[in-house]
């Protein structure tokens, strides 16, 4: 008896398999292996890690450098054109050197900007250096050349990794509804058939069977519409829902409306608030491929009785004609698993980038605070000057400064509009002949309250045999 039974019951699924009918329930399982890849366009769309920032070049350090070299290197990488605006200087010709070459626009940019005393003055603030004296800057030369030759090598190889810009979150997300839904908008609508499956509106019978030029497997909304919609004239039938009674019925030359749409998307459910990682995406793609079924040369996805995918009398399935090699299905059967594929290896690399950066960055803002550390050290490691010393190696950074400022003046017409500056040849009016003006330039060391004090004031009211003591 137990025997007749089973026999029956196999023989009964036999006949149904063979018949072709469409029943509520035939692809439900198909859909939640799909459901992983719709969800993806969940809005709003979040990924996972976040791109971190790119460092910003240390260019700060480079003009510290900068300011703390001697005149004549710094005159190289700037010169004043005929509205006595600073510029950058070309590389002389004799520059072969590769090195050097790399470098010449980050020391032309350096030198432009600290050709302002304002923005000087703002670097001096910064590194604690605005009131250190000559000897001062002196001792902190070497160490800051140090620290942004460093920086340098850790930026420039930083650029040198990231050849090609990272996708952005915004780039990602469209990729991911380019695959979804053929567009960068994460909604379904019925005027977007050329976008769901890259053809002319069509029924389903032409596009789900790959007998006309539409490409329904080109993402997944159009896939899921043939797997689980039905043609216009299949009565009560929702292949994807054993226990609906409702038509997620196409039109009778196009894609479902939006409200069948709705009953075919309502057995997914929505997951806006997950992060899409790579793994999540991958795994999405791995289990849409799962679905695959070769036969000969083409490839089908949803239960297929026949070979014919009509939504009616034979199948509710997508069939992709050619997408298969003696039954096994090709890599790029499914293009829209292949473009997930591609954010989630974006997404890998991400990951890497983002490590990169880091470190990157971490390693800037290491040897930007050692260089504000060593401003420091020299002020307190170095004697104030006293009242009486004077001369060009103890003059204070203003004046220093000031002497400097002249000389930079190749041509008669910068030189005589600067007041502080004096032309000093009657015969050329370009070359080194403009310099401080008499009495223009403070020689006087320091900047405390007595560094002014004059010889008269220290001995006034002194017996004649102590002042002569006094003199040392």
């Given at each position: 008896?137990?025997?007749?039974?089973?026999?029956?019951?196999?023989?009964?699924?036999?006949?149904?398999e063979?018949?072709?009918?469409?029943?509520?329930?035939?692809?439900?399982?198909?859909?939640?292996?799909?459901?992983?890849?719709?969800?993806?366009?969940?809005?709003?769309?979040?990924?996972?890690?976040?791109?971190?920032?790119?460092?910003?070049?240390?260019?700060d350090?480079?003009?510290?450098?900068m300011?703390?070299?001697?005149h004549?290197w710094?005159?190289?990488?700037?010169?004043t054109?005929?509205?006595?605006?600073?510029?950058?200087?070309?590389?002389?010709?004799?520059?072969r050197?590769?090195?050097?070459?790399?470098?010449?626009?980050?020391?032309?940019?350096?030198?432009?900007?600290?050709?302002?005393?304002?923005?000087?003055?703002?670097?001096?603030?910064?590194?604690?250096?605005?009131?250190?004296t000559?000897?001062?800057?002196?001792?902190?030369?070497?160490?800051v050349?140090?620290?942004?030759?460093?920086?340098?090598e850790?930026?420039?190889?930083?650029?040198?990794?990231?050849?090609?810009?990272?996708?952005?979150?915004?780039?990602?997300?469209?990729a991911?509804?380019?695959?979804v839904?053929?567009?960068?908008?994460?909604?379904y609508?019925?005027?977007?058939?050329?976008?769901?499956?890259?053809?002319?509106?069509?029924?389903?019978?032409?596009?789900?069977?790959?007998?006309?030029?539409?490409?329904?497997?080109?993402?997944?909304?159009?896939?899921?519409?043939?797997?689980?919609?039905?043609?216009?004239?299949?009565?009560?039938?929702?292949?994807?829902?054993?226990?609906?009674?409702?038509?997620?019925?196409?039109?009778?030359?196009?894609?479902?409306?939006?409200?069948q749409?709705?009953?075919?998307?309502?057995?997914c459910?929505?997951?806006?608030?997950?992060?899409?990682?790579?793994?999540?995406?991958?795994?999405?793609?791995?289990?849409?491929?799962?679905?695959?079924?070769?036969?000969?040369?083409?490839?089908?996805?949803?239960?297929?009785?026949?070979d014919?995918?009509?939504g009616?009398?034979?199948a509710?399935?997508l069939?992709?004609?050619?997408?298969?090699?003696?039954?096994?299905?090709?890599?790029?059967?499914?293009?829209?698993?292949?473009s997930?594929?591609?954010?989630?290896?974006?997404l890998?690399?991400?990951?890497?980038?983002n490590?990169?950066?880091?470190?990157?960055?971490?390693?800037i803002?290491?040897?930007?605070?050692l260089?504000?550390?060593a401003?420091?050290?020299?002020?307190?490691?170095?004697?104030?000057?006293?009242a009486?010393?004077?001369?060009?190696?103890?003059?204070?950074?203003?004046?220093?400064?000031?002497?400097?400022?002249c000389?930079?003046?190749?041509?008669?017409?910068?030189?005589?509009?600067?007041n502080?500056?004096?032309?000093?040849?009657?015969?050329?009016?370009?070359?080194?002949?403009?310099?401080?003006?008499?009495?223009?330039?403070?020689?006087?060391?320091g900047?405390?309250?007595?560094a002014?004090?004059?010889?008269?004031?220290?001995?006034?009211?002194?017996?004649?045999d102590?002042?002569?003591?006094?003199?040392?």
């Amino acid at each position: 008896m137990q025997g007749t039974t089973l026999g029956l019951i196999f023989a009964a699924a036999l006949t149904r398999e063979a018949s072709g009918a469409i029943t509520s329930g035939d692809n439900e399982a198909i859909l939640m292996q799909l459901c992983h890849a719709l969800q993806l366009a969940d809005a709003p769309i979040k990924f996972e890690p976040a791109l971190a920032d790119g460092p910003s070049e240390p260019k700060d350090l480079y003009r510290l450098n900068m300011s703390l070299a001697p005149h004549n290197w710094r005159s190289k990488f700037s010169k004043t054109d005929a509205t006595n605006k600073v510029i950058a200087a070309p590389p002389p010709l004799e520059v072969r050197d590769a090195e050097w070459k790399a470098k010449w626009p980050v020391w032309t940019e350096a030198a432009v900007h600290i050709s302002e005393k304002a923005n000087v003055e703002e670097i001096k603030k910064k590194y604690h250096i605005l009131t250190a004296t000559e000897d001062q800057l002196q001792q902190l030369r070497e160490a800051v050349a140090y620290y942004a030759e460093a920086a340098y090598e850790v930026y420039s190889t930083y650029k040198a990794g990231e050849k090609k810009t990272p996708a952005t979150d915004v780039q990602l997300a469209k990729a991911i509804t380019d695959a979804v839904y053929g567009k960068d908008k994460a909604t379904y609508e019925t005027t977007d058939a050329a976008a769901l499956h890259s053809g002319p509106a069509a029924a389903y019978s032409m596009v789900c069977t790959g007998a006309g030029q539409q490409k329904a497997g080109n993402t997944v909304a159009g896939t899921i519409l043939c797997v689980c919609g039905v043609d216009s004239g299949k009565g009560t039938t929702d292949p994807c829902h054993r226990e609906s009674n409702k038509e997620p019925k196409w039109q009778a030359g196009n894609i479902p409306q939006a409200a069948q749409w709705q009953v075919i998307r309502a057995s997914c459910g929505i997951q806006p608030h997950i992060p899409i990682t790579a793994n999540r995406i991958a795994a999405a793609a791995a289990s849409a491929l799962a679905t695959l079924r070769g036969k000969n040369t083409d490839v089908y996805i949803g239960k297929h009785a026949s070979d014919t995918c009509d939504g009616n009398s034979n199948a509710a399935c997508l069939k992709i004609t050619g997408a298969a090699d003696s039954g096994v299905p090709k890599t790029d059967a499914l293009p829209w698993a292949q473009s997930l594929y591609n954010v989630a290896k974006q997404l890998t690399q991400r990951e890497a980038t983002n490590g990169k950066r880091t470190s990157t960055n971490l390693s800037i803002q290491q040897l930007e605070l050692l260089a504000k550390e060593a401003s420091r050290r020299p002020q307190f490691l170095t004697a104030p000057l006293t009242a009486g010393t004077t001369g060009e190696k103890n003059r204070t950074p203003a004046a220093k400064e000031q002497k400097e400022d002249c000389t930079q003046h190749k041509i008669n017409a910068s030189c005589t509009a600067d007041n502080n500056c004096k032309w000093t040849n009657t015969e050329k009016t370009e070359g080194n002949f403009c310099k401080p003006k008499p009495g223009s330039e403070n020689t006087a060391a320091g900047t405390g309250n007595g560094a002014a004090e004059t010889t008269t004031e220290k001995f006034k009211g002194k017996l004649e045999d102590s002042c002569k003591k006094d003199t040392g």
